[in-house]
């Protein structure tokens, strides 16, 4: 084919080749970022998943932590698994109805005005650095829960779970409000059609209706709480043992690696058993956040 | 009612009432959830302020901190803070916009572009420690970096890849399909159609998703913490160029968890200000991200 | 420029099947287009009209998970060899169903496609700017205000300005796709006589959805139905009462379709 009108360049321009590579480049590069994450963390654990005085079973089923004694080194995680999942189970006993009482408001019976302005205040509190999370945890929460609990210690997997709840709380109402208004409009018109009130039609329409998205916004919660860090390190306290009571301190997986990363020689077995912790908190995000999407993706080609 | 016979249909019953009441009664509880999360963010911000006002000053952002940390300012925290920031968003956001370009732009739907997209999912939901362990592993020991603001800023980059790629995309998606089109059939290329059309009409949302990273690269403590970021670095008073790019130095958020948590007798108010100062800024980002939204979209072309 | 073959074919399509992913939608069709004739191309919905033109110019490259077989040949070269797709594209304008101003000011809409061709001397933009928003009847609407938004005109004028922009790469085809469908009957008209100045010196091929439009301007008119030509003749005996089809005079007549 000859060039069109008089002046064309009959190639395409040299430098918009060069972009195109560096679009495709970038492109590829957050698969690269994904594989390096995995293999640096897992090759940094990996020669004490080899060494002889580790076991797997030992690390995920005992709830010994001595990781400096001289005599009797143990490596197990237990407690601090325990420790995450209440302090995550209690965030999301908490967050849940909140979050879903909040999107059910946003979606279905505020105005407007108060939509935006709501929405705003929860982008700021998405927007809160973790670190002021867990400032807050320590300062404010703690004295509240000493002075109405009569704990003896503030900071434990009460005050944990409700930071951590604040802080899942803005992903599960975005996902969730997306979730019902995936809900088609005929289905509210029918069933306001049939005379019942906005209660019957959230309780029998919408929440059935929107099922999956809820689950997934749960999810995505969960997926932020089991990896949330520095707010959990300042806000549950530090005590490595299987949690009794919501007035208990514990520690979590994440919490343990920031706590105790800086003390561990590089190289030493104890080092390497945090990145393993790291490899098993990567597994369990990847999972959970897997699940999310596949849900989230099915809602939104409905 | 002493009307018609005909309106007799319409008159209230108890059962009426009862449903008007439930409705008003569903309408109150689930503003009522949404409040449950927004007032006691205003009433902890408020306590916060309240608690941080003897330091809250000029001053206290310029003067270096003193007497091990006990008193005086952050500024050596918060020149850190926007060296880290700037340093990670300028390697971020050109590959995550250029990443979300080939995403949404040249790349087909087939099994390579559907792992990146689960690559994409998965690098965001990766726990910040675990980011950490991975640039220790990669950047501070494998690359040799050391602990520097080099090695600190990559590992944030590639923390707020996914999010940059992820808002960049929404934004491109939403330039309609038959602008595209129309550049194809005059024999334009694919890439004068994204620089003249699509990047244009785009931008304002690209611009305001890396906005809106600003302020979680400013508050994230865990990923930095074992990366390039020190208790303490001695620095002038005000200098605004203290540190290298292969040093360590200081960091706001960092400098709040060391305060609250690892020194003794700070003065009682300078906690409270770090925390203020970080919320701060996260509230002037994000006021600028959302201003810039409206501004742009009110001058929407199509 | 113009390689002019033995054949006075313009275009010349054999043997052309096309599918999306499992579902093939042009069922091997095989046809020509004379040198500055009107060809119209009339059928229902569904019936592979726009995937047609969408070969022709090869933007069904664009389309993931499509495949195409057979050949169609313009000014006797293959367009599915053609190494400067985007200098084939220049060589036929192309008008989609709905107006699409791009969001850029009505000057810059037209001086699009030469700018993108590597023209850039304000001059002759300036020039052919005016020239292309006079042939398709749009300058004195507009020329006081080229640098408003062309999106900000009205669907009719919208219309026409993609029309302007489909002429200013100089194309020798020019495919209209159901222009009308989103303008008045009054501006269809006015773009109707812009067609029947323009077939002096080019080729188009008209898509539509309006038989009687098809009747008004095309030379020869061809019927397409669920991927197969029905009927390609003369449009007089298209629209007369014995074409050779029952079914293109049941379509014409408006008794199916």
Redesign the interface.
Known sequence: MQCGPPNAPCGRWGGEKILEALVYLCGFSAIIFVLGIFVFVFKEALPVLTNENFSLSQFLFSSDWYPTSESNKRYGVFAMIAGTVSVTGLAMVIAVPFGLGAAIYLSEFCGQKTRETLKIVIEFLAAVPSVVWGFIGLTVMSKLIVQYTGAPVGVNVLNGGIILALMSVPIIVSISEDALKAVPDSYREAAIALGVTRWQLVWRVLLPAAKQGLLAAVLLGVGRGVGETMAVLMATGHAVHIPHSVLDSVRTLTANIAAELGEAPAGSDHYRVLFLTGVLLFTITFGVNLIADTIVRGIRRK | MNSAAGHVLFVETPAVRRKLRQEALAKWVFCAMAAAMVVPLLLIVGYLVVRAAPSLNLEFLLEVPKRGMTEGGIWPALIGTIYLVFISLAVSAPIGILAAIYLNEYARDNWFNRVINLAVINLAGVPSIVHALFGLGAFVYAAKFGYSIISASLTLAIMTLPVIIASTREALASVPQSFREACWNVGATRWQTIKSVVLPNSISGILTGVILQVSRAAGETAPVMFTGVVFFKSIERGDLFPYYLNEQCMALSMHLYTISTQVPGVKESIPYATAVVLLALVVMVNAAAISLRVYLRSRQKW | ?V?VTASENHIEVRELRLSYGVKEVIHGISFDIRRNEILGVIGPAQSGKTSLLRCL?R?ID?T??THVSGTITVDG?D?RR???V??????I??V?P?P?????SIYDNVA???R????NRKGELDLMVEQCLRQAALWDEVKDRLDS?G?KLSGGQQQRL?IA??L???PEILCLDEFSIAIDPVTTMRIEDVLKELRRHMTIILVTNLTQQARRLADRTMFLWKGEIVELDTTNVIFSDKPRDSRTRDYVEGIFG
Do not use: C, I
């Open positions: 420029m390689n110019n933007t664009f993931p998970d070269e367009v053609v190494r400067n985007y200098a084939l594209r220049r060589k304008g192309m989609a709905l699409v101003g791009l969001p850029l699009f496609a030469p993108s061709a590597g023209l938004l999106t993609t922009r489909a200013s790469h100089q």
